[in-house]
């Protein structure tokens, strides 16, 4: 894979962690947090972190 096409896909997944970030937070926002359960956070929070993660390792190996 070319530089250029691991910083598009590294922009990419950047952009769906801040969507899914947003989505999180509007769904908390107009659903109310007293309805949420534990794993409702857990598991956006990983795939967050996670999706981050591969982001910015394709962003800094690209620089190589």
Do not use: H, Q
């Amino acid at each position: 894979m070319n530089n250029k096409r691991k910083e598009k896909l590294g922009d990419f997944s950047l952009d769906i962690a801040k969507y899914i970030t947003t989505a999180v937070i509007l769904a908390t926002w107009f659903k109310g947090a007293d309805t949420w359960k534990w794993y409702d956070f857990l598991v956006p929070i990983v795939v967050v972190v996670a999706v981050t993660w591969f982001g910015l390792y394709l962003i800094g190996n690209n620089e190589k």
